[in-house]
């Protein structure tokens, strides 16, 4: 079963990278605004070298803010801003925070192949002065598949689809966003983004296989059904016959009986039985 995690995927080198992309959505578009690449991977400038974000052409550390951060270590950070406040990234942990214009960060996963895929992702502020902020998983574009509010220092929500997944078509996105929220102010929205998503390859197939077997199994069925039909018009047939012969006849008493259609059914399942394992044998 093919496997990605956001942390466990995430590139200091290239965006997109394999079935990751990092950027933005403009300020109110969420769902439909068009998707920007952030360009360039930056670390922290004052001691917190571990700390690194990917920004755009506009933004470096502590100016517009808006970007998706991570830890490179295997240990938790707490990082100190210029201003005193706090960000506890876990180890290898992802964050994204909004722009300070009101624009969402955004990491994107695009499906690499046709699909039921199951979608499970947690989202926690990490600023210890944090009040609100939103947090959105939005499909392909066209379609909210959860949102929520997060409110406080450490508030954290989870989000996880249905054992069968959602079925996504390859190289459609799926979009994790972090924005302003309720307040609609930017600053301390730090929130860190674990996301984990599962492909059910075998599903697919199963269905296929499945869908195969059932068509199959109809057109033989239909044959024999049809076979009996055709047997029984001719039986029926004979049997009128035989009964007006009968009739006309002085010297025979005796009276032909009409063979049903579900004896004829068993009939036929019998000698086709019969036919297979004399085949068998052969």
């Keep these: 079963m093919p496997k990605w995690s956001l942390s466990s995927d995430f590139s200091l080198i290239h965006n997109p990278s394999s079935v990751w992309s990092y950027g933005s959505k403009p300020a109110g578009y969420h769902v439909t605004g068009m998707f920007n690449l952030f360009t360039h991977l930056d670390q922290e400038p004052n001691g917190y070298k571990d700390i690194v974000a990917w920004f755009g052409r506009d933004t470096i550390w502590y100016t517009h803010w808006l970007g998706v951060y991570y830890n490179t270590q295997s240990t938790s950070v707490v990082l100190k801003e210029p201003n005193t406040n706090t960000m ?38 990490i600023h210890n002065c944090a009040q609100h902020s939103g947090a959105h998983i939005v499909y392909n574009n066209l379609m909210t598949l959860w949102e929520v509010d997060l409110a406080g220092p450490e508030d954290s929500r989870s989000f996880k689809t249905s054992n069968k997944g959602i079925t996504v078509r390859a190289n459609e996105p799926i979009d994790f966003i ?34 195969s077997i059932v ?5 033989i069925i239909g044959a024999i059904l049809l076979q009996i039909y055709y047997q029984y018009r001719e039986n029926k047939q004979n049997v009128s016959i035989n009964q007006s012969n009968t009739r006309l006849s002085t010297k025979c008493g005796c009276e032909l009986k009409m063979i049903s259609p579900i004896h004829l059914f068993f009939n036929l399942i019998m000698k086709n039985r019969t036919k297979v394992l004399g085949n068998r044998i052969l």
């Design 178 to 211: 972090v924005g302003v929220g309720l307040d609609n102010v930017f600053y301390c929205d730090m929130t860190l983004a674990r996301v984990d998503i599962h492909l059910l390859e075998n599903q697919a197939e199963f269905s296929l296989i499945a869908g």
């Design 88 to 125: 506890a990234f876990t180890a290898k942990g992802v964050a994204m925070h909004p722009g300070d214009d009101g624009r969402f960060s955004v990491v994107r996963f695009t499906a690499p192949k046709d699909g039921n895929y199951i979608v499970d992702a947690t989202f926690t502020h």
């Design 215 to 219: 068509f199959v199994l109809g057109v």
